[in-house]
């Protein structure tokens, strides 16, 4: 199962590194997202500083769905799937190996986003430790959820406006616990933040779990 | 009516809530009764 | 809203003697709730008359969770079985889950209005329903999609994970929620847990099995015209058939097994 | 020896359309069968039924020994079977190489297996390292070609396999499914292309209408309906 997980994985980095689809749109939309928060909430009165944790969670979210969707649009390009099905290789591989290579992507994302936060919103960033553990929690934990409800809708035609309403309420806990950690953190109360991050890694665990029993019989029957 | 106090919030609240149940209730039974017309008594192992 | 009057056994309906008696009897529930909740039971001190919303917006509420759990046990025993009936009642129970949280969220925000003074409140219990209205609306979407590929045992999987998934969400939804929520409203009380006793508890407990009748009566109907859309769409195959082998200049297999 | 192919009455759903509404089909080990008929008729929906792609919904469909109605048996035939189609399954940014490794590994193909595929269908020079985007489309079914022979599998199910192909690469194809069959491998094609096709098939089917029952062969097509 590993094995196909990293051929897949490899294989999904490849075409990003080739297309640069991520570095070249999703990136740069993530700074727009900021940039539009900013505009929105009128930058001088501190609201932005304040807020910076959710506002930055946000940012992730949607930069995610943007990442699920091109997942997935790889696969459906010339025939994927019934190739995908064809090849032997063990659909939990593949839900492991498309998880990985969407988490890779996300956590680059958020690299640029955290970058683009500390200067634009001038947060003071604190409580490092618990700041990297919510942000790998919070990732494993939309490529799971994001890599079992994106080949969920991935076989349908109305994709793109299904994906956000599936996977948006089911990724609130993963919102929140995301955002109190951080704010903890920022706060300098790091202490009370390590219970929302063990929510982030039970969620993570759950959808993983639960990935790689369902993405069999869901790539079989779309 | 007896002297109560939001009443216009508790008739509104009830009001809707059953209005909409009954719309519910109603649309419900009519489908089920076009479609019953369709389909052989037999299949219809309630009746 | 009247029980569906007494039909002649064997006339195309869903009703049934079953469903008559039920409907009857959640009739007359229905007039006795009404009378306890508006007129016997008292008003509440703090928030006097609005109170009398409790008794229509706790039980919905209840049955809006139920409900998602009915979907989750169909999901799971379809993924188990793979037998129509389950896909169904799944679609039926979600059905009637987003009618009942529907109303649950009306009533409940008229309420805060008198109370709070606005008519939404990031109260835990609020927001995690409306979230549930959109888990379902999201299932109800993706099944209406689903339905239109003809062979049912092939085609309910996708909305067989999804109705799977709808309780453990709403659960984790409900739970991060609260905890999210409690961290700022520590020691308040808020509207949702007025002093409950006496009449007043008896109203809510009548309103409970009352809404609860009423519940399982759309349910019933609900999935008995879920089931009759199978059949329809069931028919149609054969006939489909009939048409596809005429292409050929051929009559109905010989030989075929059905 | 059992055929490696055995439908009777089978009826495959495309959504609620019945593509195949009653398919009597015996294709035995070693023999290369060719499928005639209209657009529409479901040769197609056919050879994706035997490659275990599609649930049956009615008769039984026997495949390399695999009875398909039941699903983890469908699931077990797809790792032995090689379907060629309209659609190459290859991913337009990688690049030749890539692809028919990937699919390559994927299968468990072992590397000579790879690059001896990919010389066989004359991919290993330049060709090799450019992005499937910019290859024809007969390139790209050559791409296809590679990837399916470096999976070795026992039955090769080819749609329209000659379509976009120039001439020498209909001779390749000619001669490789030739050295196949003589490897062991059973073949069936979907065609219209007949002289070509006729030429290398043992045996021809018609289909029509989705059944092999056709009373009479079709003078006259019949209407072509849009299916796959």
Redesign the interface.
């Known amino acids: 199962m590993f094995r196909d997980a990293t051929l897949i994985a490899g294989k999904d980095l490849r075409v990003e590194l080739r297309s640069k689809v991520t570095l070249q749109q999703v990136a740069p939309f993530a700074i727009l997202v900021l940039i539009l928060f900013g505009v929105a909430l009128d930058p001088d009165r501190g609201i932005l500083t304040r807020a910076s944790a959710g506002l930055f969670w946000v940012a992730v979210l949607l930069c995610g769905l943007l990442a699920i969707q091109r997942a997935f649009t790889i696969e459906a390009a010339d025939g994927g799937r019934d190739a995908l099905r064809l090849s032997g290789l063990d659909p939990a591989g593949i839900f492991l190996g498309k998880a990985a290579a969407i988490f890779v992507q996300l956590a680059a994302l958020e690299g640029v986003l955290a970058i683009g936060v500390v200067v634009m919103y001038g947060t003071a960033v604190t409580g490092v430790v618990l700041l990297l553990a919510t942000c790998l929690a919070a990732t494993a934990g939309l490529a799971a959820a994001g890599t079992l409800y994106g080949v969920l809708a991935a076989g349908l035609r109305v994709r793109e406006t299904l994906l956000p309403i599936l996977l948006l309420p089911v990724l609130a806990p993963v919102l929140i616990g995301a955002t109190k950690a951080f704010e903890a953190a920022l706060g300098g109360a790091a202490a009370d933040g390590w219970p929302w991050c063990g929510l982030l890694v039970t969620f993570a665990l759950l959808y993983t779990t639960f990935g790689t029993l369902a993405f069999g019989p869901l790539l079989e029957e779309s | 009516m007896i002297a109560m106090t939001h009443a216009g919030y508790v008739a509104s609240g009830w009001g809707i809530a059953l209005v909409t149940l009954g719309a519910y209730a109603l649309r419900t039974v009519r489908r089920g009764r076009t479609l019953a017309a369709q389909v052989p008594p037999e299949e219809r192992r309630w009746s | 809203m009247t029980a569906p009057h007494a039909a002649p056994p064997g006339r195309a309906t869903t009703s049934s003697r079953g469903t008559r008696v039920l409907g009857a009897l959640t009739l007359a529930g229905l007039v006795l709730l009404l009378g306890y909740a508006l007129v016997w039971s008292p008003a509440d001190i703090v928030q006097k008359d609005s109170v009398r919303l409790m008794y229509v917006h706790v039980p919905t509420a209840i049955l809006a969770f139920t409900a998602c759990f009915i979907t989750t046990v169909a999901s799971a025993m379809w993924l188990r079985r793979r037998s129509e009936g389950w896909w169904v009642l799944g679609g039926a129970a979600a059905e009637v889950g987003l009618v009942f949280t529907g109303i649950c969220l009306v009533t409940g925000s008229i309420w805060g209005r008198p109370t709070w003074g606005t008519y939404w409140d990031w109260d835990p219990r609020i927001t995690s329903t409306t979230l549930l209205f959109i888990l379902l609306v999201g299932y109800l979407a993706l099944r209406r999609i689903d339905n239109e590929t003809g062979d049912a045992a092939q085609r309910g999987m996708r909305g067989a994970i999804v109705g799977l998934l709808l309780f453990p969400n709403v659960m984790i939804v409900h739970y991060s929620v609260d905890w999210w929520r409690s961290l700022h409203q520590k020691a308040t009380i808020t509207r949702l847990d007025p002093t409950i006793e006496g009449t007043m508890l008896f109203t809510l407990m009548l309103g409970i099995v009352v809404f609860g009748l009423l519940f399982t009566w759309l349910l019933v109907h609900r999935f008995r015209v879920g089931w009759l859309e199978e059949r329809v769409g069931a028919t149609g195959l054969d006939q489909a058939l009939v048409e596809r082998r005429a292409e050929a200049g051929v009559g109905v297999p010989a030989g075929g097994s059905a | 020896m059992e055929p490696v192919v055995q439908l ?2 089978a ?1 495959t ?1 495309l ?4 593509a195949l ?2 398919i009597d089909l015996e294709v035995a080990a070693g023999e290369i069968v060719l499928l005639r008929g209209p657009n529409g008729a479901g040769k197609t929906t056919l050879l ?1 039924l035997c ?1 275990g ?1 599609l ?1 049956v ?4 469909v026997r495949v390399l020994g695999h009875d398909l109605t039941d ?1 983890r048996q469908a ?1 077990a035939v ?2 032995r ?3 060629l ?10 690049t030749v190489a ?1 692809n028919v490794r ?2 390559g ?4 193909a072992a590397p000579e297996d790879i690059t001896g595929a990919m010389a066989a269908c004359t991919l290993d020079g330049r060709l090799a390292g450019l ?1 499937v985007v910019h290859l024809s489309a007969g390139q790209r079914r050559r791409t296809s070609l590679a990837c399916l022979l470096a ?1 070795r599998p026992k039955l090769w199910l080819l749609d329209e396999p000659h379509a976009g192909l120039d001439q020498d690469g209909r001779d390749l194809l000619d001669g490789l499914v030739r050295r196949a069959v003589a490897a062991g491998a059973t073949v069936l094609l979907a065609s219209h292309e007949l002289d070509r096709a006729e030429a290398l098939a043992d045996r021809v089917v018609t289909i ?4 092999t ?4 062969p ?1 003078a006259t097509p ?2 072509p ?1 849009l299916v796959p």
């Open positions: 009777h009455g009826v759903l959504g609620r359309f019945p509404a009653g994706r490659a792609l649930p919904a009615r008769g039984d699903r699931r797809r790792r079977v090689g379907l189609g309209h659609a190459t399954g290859l991913y337009d940014e990688l890539d990937f699919w590994r994927a299968a468990g992005p999976r029509v209408g989705g059944t029952d056709a009373a009479v079709p019949a209407e309906l």
